[in-house]
């Protein structure tokens, strides 16, 4: 053997699940080995996430250009690799990903996430030595508007969820007479179960830095802010040291890149608070006040931070700029559709069996993404019913819907958005009325109070979703949440506000027979809602274990060996218990 | 609370606007919460009313005007989460550290629980962070056993 990598995923699960111990027993392993010795270069890294987060800890071994991937690696399977792969030359067939491992990379198109996964964050060297800060230096040979004019030739739409054309909104800010200009770039990434922007800023910092200072360059920017939230600390931990890195090499600083220019980077920390996301808002948090809305216009790119032309990009937008500089607009816009261009990455999470980071190019369908890459619905028996994109500003979207393609303006059609893309997926165990009370809890918590729509009609509909989950649902409630819905959409500043009600709209849409079940039949057909569940054991489908008989803390079950359990319901609380531990599924 | 501590903070922001807020997660970092002392000091030393301070702190989250439990328990409750039975789990805990509804922290200050929008750990939900570890695929008994480890480690 001459030469050998060893890539181990370091993103935010592979840590959870205990990356930087396999890492240790890695580099301790092939010590012991006396390989180090004999292997010059670094060969254990750590990299950004992988993407098949349900699989890890995975880690790639690479002997002599010949690569293989483990799953579900853990400390104490190491030392066996090493020995019978890396020192006897014959991987360990059964710790291998399986089939499935290649059918969820089939789909994807990995431009952006290619580089996570591969190379080692924390190592500048590692991506200027596959063409990083190559696309800046192109850049900077060009004039700021032919920046801007390849921008835009690419058809890029900002990934954070609006889908506004990033080359325009460039160009409005570089034709302000006013010379002192910032660029943001938003890591403020609230949506719960979105996870898309922490991983390419942990797997691939320096791309994110690098289109600032691509998009710094074209608009005029001396100046520039990373606004992340600080519930992410490893991103953070990992920008700081991108940072570091980058102005040590000059292409931060002054007269960077061997221009007449200077141009640096700042880090803020959110404060935890989800309309910060927001763009003025995010820029009164920058300024160190409280983060609320103000009318627009002015635009930010004309009146922005500390009152100055300010562009706002997303993470991921800002991530694709350099492969667009390097690569030519014309070439991201061979990906996707048109006035949909490239691809996008999702979060895909939920009741699906293949969980993590994807990237697909739009205009893909529903379908494509939940079955072909995702494996389809979780757990045996049970049926897919909606995916939820977009977060508390998105909607559901029914599974006789998943032939629809994946884009902007489709999704907007289909009462949901795209979002910044997070992708939660739910079985026919999901009650929908439940999903539309969780994210008006979260919205009614994190209204600011400045819009009386939003900051009272959010808990008025919540109040009412509340209701009817307990069975005390009114007849014309659905009629009342239709009308605060539309009011609070039209009458509130910010997207938030504006936004609040799609969670509730949506499934109304799609699932009002749900709704309707709940108020008329005192009926949840999911059998999530407590109050209306009168549990009993199927007859059928009940393999007589007794794990609900032990679980049950009312005594309510009665069971014994190799006979079938039976629940009394007027000792029955209602507390879920045995429905939840059924292995069969067998309580209804 | 020394006063030596406290100009360290203000020395790091010294030429710059708009610095309230990394402020105030400074002297939380350092105290581990926000106290009314701090705040009018604060106010004295730069001049900025101390009402300016409190909007601040009172409008995002991770503000804490009151002192926290020596262990921090953060529940995720994002959406996968809240899919995957974050509910339950939630529970459990409460029940186990006896907290009554409307309490967050123990009676003996040596557990608070807490929850959060998404720690963006969404394949292996559902999560829990305990003094920033993070926990997969968390059921209500592996909370418990969790928590009894826990507590026989920790003070």
């Given at each position: 053997?001459?030469d050998?990598?060893?890539r181990v995923?370091a993103?935010p699960?592979?840590l959870?699940v205990?990356s930087?111990?396999v890492i240790d027993?890695?580099t301790k392993a092939?010590?012991?080995?006396?390989?180090?010795?004999k292997?010059?270069?670094?060969c254990v890294?750590?990299?950004?996430?992988?993407g098949?987060c349900?699989?890890d800890?995975?880690?790639?071994v690479?002997v002599?250009?010949?690569?293989?991937?483990?799953?579900f690696?853990?400390?104490d399977?190491v030392?066996?690799?090493v020995?019978?792969h890396i020192i006897?030359?014959k991987?360990v067939?059964k710790?291998l990903?399986?089939d499935d491992y290649?059918?969820?990379?089939?789909k994807?198109?990995k431009?952006l996430?290619k580089?996570c996964g591969?190379?080692?964050?924390?190592d500048i060297?590692?991506y200027?030595e596959?063409?990083g800060?190559k696309?800046a230096e192109?850049?900077?040979?060009?004039k700021?508007a032919e920046v801007?004019?390849?921008?835009?030739?690419s058809?890029?739409?900002?990934?954070?969820?609006a889908?506004f054309?990033t080359?325009?909104?460039?160009?409005?800010?570089?034709?302000n007479?006013e010379?002192t200009?910032?660029?943001i770039?938003n890591?403020d990434e609230?949506?719960?179960?979105?996870f898309?922007?922490?991983?390419?800023?942990?797997?691939?910092?320096h791309s994110v830095?690098?289109g600032m200072?691509?998009?710094g360059?074209?608009?005029?920017a001396a100046t520039?802010y990373?606004?992340?939230?600080?519930?992410?600390?490893l991103?953070?931990?990992?920008l700081?040291?991108a940072?570091?890195?980058?102005r040590k090499?000059k292409f931060?600083?002054?007269?960077?890149?061997?221009?007449?220019?200077?141009?640096?980077?700042?880090?803020k920390?959110?404060?935890g608070?989800?309309?910060?996301?927001?763009s003025?808002?995010?820029?009164?948090?920058?300024e160190?006040?409280r983060g609320m809305?103000?009318?627009t216009?002015?635009r930010?790119v004309?009146?922005g931070?500390?009152?100055?032309?300010t562009v706002?990009?997303?993470v991921e937008?800002?991530?694709?700029?350099?492969?667009?500089?390097l690569n030519?607009g014309k070439?991201?816009a061979?990906f996707g559709?048109p006035?949909?261009?490239g691809?996008k990455v999702f979060a895909l999470?939920g009741?699906?069996?293949?969980?993590?980071?994807?990237?697909v190019?739009?205009g893909?369908?529903?379908?494509e993404?939940i079955i072909?890459i995702?494996?389809?619905v979780?757990k045996?028996?049970?049926?897919l019913?909606?995916?939820?994109?977009g977060?508390?500003?998105g909607?559901?979207?029914p599974a006789s819907h998943?032939?629809?393609?994946?884009?902007f303006d489709?999704m907007?059609?289909?009462?949901?958005?795209?979002?910044s893309?997070?992708?939660?997926v739910?079985d026919d165990?999901?009650c929908?009325?439940?999903m539309?009370?969780f994210?008006?809890?979260?919205?009614?918590?994190?209204s600011?109070?400045?819009?009386?729509?939003?900051r009272i009609?959010?808990?008025?509909?919540l109040?009412v979703?509340?209701?009817?989950?307990?069975?005390?649902?009114?007849k014309?409630?659905?009629?009342l949440?239709?009308?605060?819905?539309?009011?609070?959409r039209?009458a509130s500043?910010c997207g938030?506000g504006?936004?609040?009600?799609?969670p509730?709209?949506?499934t109304?849409?799609?699932f009002?027979?749900?709704y309707?079940?709940?108020?008329k039949d005192?009926?949840?057909?999911?059998?999530v809602?407590?109050?209306?569940?009168?549990?009993?054991v199927?007859t059928?489908?009940c393999?007589?274990?007794?794990k609900?008989?032990?679980?049950?803390?009312?005594e309510?079950?009665t069971?014994e060996k190799?006979k079938?359990a039976?629940?009394?319901?007027?000792?029955?609380v209602k507390?879920?218990a045995?429905y939840e531990?059924?292995?069969?599924?067998a309580?209804? | 609370?020394s006063?030596?501590?406290?100009?360290?903070?203000l020395?790091k922001?010294?030429?710059?606007?708009?610095?309230?807020?990394?402020i105030?997660?400074?002297?939380?970092?350092?105290?581990?919460y926000i106290s009314?002392?701090?705040?009018?000091w604060?106010s004295?030393?730069l001049?900025i009313p101390?009402s300016?301070f409190f909007?601040v702190?009172?409008?995002y989250?991770q503000?804490y005007?009151?002192p926290?439990g020596k262990?921090?328990l953060?529940?995720?409750?994002?959406?996968?989460?809240?899919v995957k039975g974050?509910?339950a789990?939630?529970?459990r805990?409460?029940?186990?550290?006896?907290l009554t509804?409307?309490?967050?922290?123990t009676?003996d200050a040596?557990?608070t629980?807490?929850?959060?929008a998404?720690?963006g750990?969404c394949?292996?939900?559902?999560?829990l962070?305990a003094?920033?570890k993070v926990?997969?695929?968390v059921?209500?008994?592996?909370?418990?056993?969790?928590l009894k480890?826990?507590?026989?480690?920790?003070e």
């Amino acid at each position: 053997m001459k030469d050998l990598t060893i890539r181990v995923c370091a993103g935010p699960v592979g840590l959870a699940v205990g990356s930087q111990e396999v890492i240790d027993s890695f580099t301790k392993a092939l010590r012991a080995g006396g390989l180090k010795g004999k292997i010059e270069k670094k060969c254990v890294n750590k990299t950004g996430c992988m993407g098949f987060c349900a699989k890890d800890v995975l880690v790639d071994v690479i002997v002599d250009g010949k690569s293989s991937t483990y799953q579900f690696v853990t400390s104490d399977m190491v030392s066996l690799i090493v020995e019978e792969h890396i020192i006897n030359g014959k991987p360990v067939e059964k710790w291998l990903v399986s089939d499935d491992y290649h059918a969820f990379h089939e789909k994807q198109t990995k431009i952006l996430l290619k580089q996570c996964g591969h190379i080692d964050p924390e190592d500048i060297n590692a991506y200027t030595e596959i063409g990083g800060y190559k696309g800046a230096e192109k850049a900077f040979s060009m004039k700021p508007a032919e920046v801007i004019a390849e921008v835009k030739k690419s058809g890029l739409r900002g990934r954070g969820g609006a889908g506004f054309s990033t080359g325009q909104k460039w160009e409005g800010c570089r034709n302000n007479k006013e010379k002192t200009r910032y660029i943001i770039c938003n890591a403020d990434e609230g949506d719960p179960g979105a996870f898309m922007d922490r991983s390419i800023i942990e797997g691939n910092p320096h791309s994110v830095i690098e289109g600032m200072i691509i998009g710094g360059y074209a608009i005029g920017a001396a100046t520039g802010y990373i606004y992340i939230r600080a519930e992410y600390p490893l991103a953070v931990e990992r920008l700081r040291i991108a940072l570091e890195q980058a102005r040590k090499k000059k292409f931060l600083g002054k007269n960077i890149f061997g221009k007449k220019y200077d141009f640096d980077l700042k880090i803020k920390l959110g404060a935890g608070a989800f309309v910060c996301g927001e763009s003025t808002a995010l820029m009164f948090s920058i300024e160190g006040k409280r983060g609320m809305p103000r009318p627009t216009p002015p635009r930010s790119v004309n009146k922005g931070l500390w009152g100055k032309p300010t562009v706002l990009n997303n993470v991921e937008t800002l991530a694709n700029i350099p492969l667009i500089m390097l690569n030519g607009g014309k070439w991201f816009a061979s990906f996707g559709t048109p006035g949909n261009t490239g691809t996008k990455v999702f979060a895909l999470t939920g009741n699906v069996k293949n969980t993590g980071l994807i990237e697909v190019p739009l205009g893909i369908s529903l379908k494509e993404i939940i079955i072909d890459i995702g494996g389809g619905v979780e757990k045996k028996k049970r049926k897919l019913k909606a995916v939820q994109t977009g977060g508390p500003s998105g909607g559901c979207i029914p599974a006789s819907h998943f032939d629809m393609p994946v884009d902007f303006d489709s999704m907007k059609k289909a009462g949901s958005i795209m979002g910044s893309g997070g992708m939660v997926v739910m079985d026919d165990h999901t009650c929908m009325v439940d999903m539309a009370k969780f994210f008006l809890t979260f919205t009614k918590d994190e209204s600011c109070g400045k819009c009386v729509t939003c900051r009272i009609g959010t808990k008025r509909m919540l109040e009412v979703l509340t209701r009817i989950t307990e069975g005390k649902g009114r007849k014309d409630d659905i009629d009342l949440l239709l009308e605060l819905g539309f009011t609070i959409r039209k009458a509130s500043l910010c997207g938030l506000g504006m936004s609040a009600p799609n969670p509730v709209l949506s499934t109304l849409r799609f699932f009002r027979d749900e709704y309707e079940a709940h108020i008329k039949d005192g009926i949840c057909p999911a059998g999530v809602c407590k109050a209306m569940r009168r549990y009993k054991v199927s007859t059928e489908l009940c393999k007589k274990c007794g794990k609900c008989y032990s679980e049950c803390p009312s005594e309510a079950i009665t069971w014994e060996k190799k006979k079938k359990a039976k629940i009394d319901t007027s000792k029955c609380v209602k507390c879920g218990a045995c429905y939840e531990t059924c292995p069969f599924d067998a309580i209804l | 609370m020394s006063v030596d501590k406290r100009k360290q903070i203000l020395k790091k922001y010294h030429d710059e606007g708009g610095s309230i807020i990394s402020i105030l997660q400074d002297t939380q970092d350092m105290f581990g919460y926000i106290s009314e002392d701090m705040v009018f000091w604060l106010s004295g030393e730069l001049n900025i009313p101390a009402s300016n301070f409190f909007g601040v702190a009172t409008f995002y989250a991770q503000f804490y005007l009151k002192p926290r439990g020596k262990n921090i328990l953060t529940a995720c409750c994002g959406t996968a989460c809240h899919v995957k039975g974050s509910g339950a789990v939630n529970s459990r805990i409460r029940a186990d550290l006896s907290l009554t509804e409307g309490e967050n922290t123990t009676k003996d200050a040596r557990f608070t629980l807490e929850s959060v929008a998404c720690v963006g750990a969404c394949s292996i939900a559902p999560v829990l962070v305990a003094n920033s570890k993070v926990y997969g695929k968390v059921t209500p008994d592996k909370a418990s056993s969790m928590l009894k480890e826990f507590k026989k480690g920790a003070e």
